[in-house]
C-alpha cells in the first residue's frame, strides 16, 4: 500500500501563487504516475495535471499556461506550482498516485482564492 501525503494548500488573493506538494510513502514502484486532481462544492473530481515516471506530462485546458507539475523520484514527491489563480480555482485538491494495480488518493488539501 502506498499513502500520499500532501501539503502546501492555504488563501490566497486572486492572481496569487501556491505550491502544493505530495510525498509518497511505501514500497514505490520506479514505474508509475502521479498525478493532481481537484474537487469543488457540487463538481465532480477533475485531472488537473499527470506526470509520469519518464517525467510526460498533461495537463486539463484550464491548467495549461498557469500550472506546473514536477517530479523528484529519488524522494517520491510531486508538486504542483500554481500560478495567477482564479477564484474558480478553488477547490479541495487531491494528490493521486497509480502503479500497475496499486491506486492510492491523499487525503486532500484546500486550495481557496479569494480577496
Known amino acids: 500500500q502506498v499513502q500520499l501525503v500532501e501539503s502546501g494548500g492555504g488563501l490566497v488573493q486572486p492572481g496569487g501563487s501556491l505550491r502544493l506538494s505530495c510525498t509518497a510513502r511505501?514500497?514505490?514502484?520506479?514505474?508509475?504516475?502521479m498525478a493532481w486532481y481537484r474537487q469543488a462544492p457540487g463538481k465532480q473530481r477533475e485531472l488537473v495535471a499527470r506526470?509520469?515516471?519518464?517525467?510526460?506530462?498533461n495537463y486539463a485546458d484550464s491548467a495549461k499556461d498557469r500550472f506546473t507539475i514536477s517530479r523528484d523520484n529519488a524522494k517520491s514527491t510531486v508538486s504542483l506550482q500554481m500560478g495567477s489563480l482564479k477564484p474558480e480555482d478553488t477547490a479541495v485538491y487531491y494528490c493521486?498516485?497509480?502503479?500497475?494495480?496499486?491506486?492510492?488518493w491523499g487525503q486532500g488539501t484546500q486550495v481557496t482564492v479569494s480577496s
Open positions: 506526470i509520469r515516471s519518464d517525467g510526460s506530462t
Open positions: 511505501g514500497i514505490i514502484s520506479s514505474i508509475n504516475t
Open positions: 493521486h498516485f497509480k502503479a500497475w494495480s496499486i491506486e492510492s
